[in-house]
C-alpha cells in the first residue's frame, strides 16, 4: 500500500495495517487470510479476506466497532492503542474479547490437563492389570505396546479432529 493510501486511512484502520504489516519489526508481515480463518472461528462469525482488503485499501472506509475490535485482536493491536485513535468503544470490546479469550484458553487448558490425566490413570491400571496375567514376560511387554500404540493412534486422531474443528 502507498504511504499516500495510508494517510487516507481512518486513525484506527492505519493503527491496523501497521500492525499487520509489522512495521518497524523485524518480523514478517501476517498473512490476512489465515487470520481471517482465526478470527471467524474464534468470534463465531465469519470474516474473510475481501472484507479486510476492502478496507486497508481505503476502498471501504467504514468498520464496525466489533469488526475493528475482532480485527485488532487478530493483529495483536494493544487496546489502548486502539483507544488512542478515538475508537473508545472498538477498545472495550477489544479488552472483552482479550478477557473472554483468556477465559477460554484456561478452560481448554484445564480439560487437556484433565484428559491427559485421565489417558495416564487409564495407562497406570491398565499396565496393572496385564502384568496381573498368567502370561510371560514378553507376551505382558507385547501387550503393553500394543496399548501404548492403540493409545498414540487415538490420541493422534483426537488431536487432528481438535485442530480442525479449532480452525488451527
Request: charged share 35%.
Amino acid at each position: 500500500m502507498s504511504a499516500t493510501r495510508t494517510t487516507q486511512l481512518s486513525p484506527a484502520l492505519a493503527l491496523l495495517v501497521r500492525y499487520r504489516k509489522r512495521e518497524g519489526s523485524p518480523e514478517p508481515e501476517l498473512q490476512v487470510r489465515p487470520l481471517a480463518r482465526k478470527i471467524s472461528a474464534a468470534s463465531g462469525h465469519k470474516f474473510n479476506e475481501q472484507f479486510w482488503r476492502r478496507r486497508e485499501s481505503g476502498l471501504v472506509t467504514d468498520i464496525s466497532d466489533k469488526d475493528l475490535a475482532w480485527w485488532a485482536w487478530g493483529f495483536g493491536v494493544p487496546a489502548d492503542e486502539l483507544a488512542a485513535t478515538g475508537r473508545p468503544e472498538a477498545a472495550d470490546l477489544l479488552r472483552q474479547i482479550l478477557a473472554d479469550q483468556e477465559t477460554k484458553d484456561a478452560a481448554a487448558k484445564r480439560a487437556a490437563d484433565r484428559a491427559a490425566d485421565a489417558v495416564e490413570g487409564f495407562l497406570r491400571d491398565a499396565y496393572a492389570e496385564i502384568d496381573a496375567l498368567n502370561a510371560s514376560g514378553p507376551e505382558k511387554e507385547r501387550m503393553k505396546r500394543y496399548l501404548l500404540e492403540r493409545t498414540r493412534q487415538v490420541l493422534d486422531r483426537e488431536q487432528v479432529t481438535t485442530t480442525s474443528l479449532d480452525g488451527r
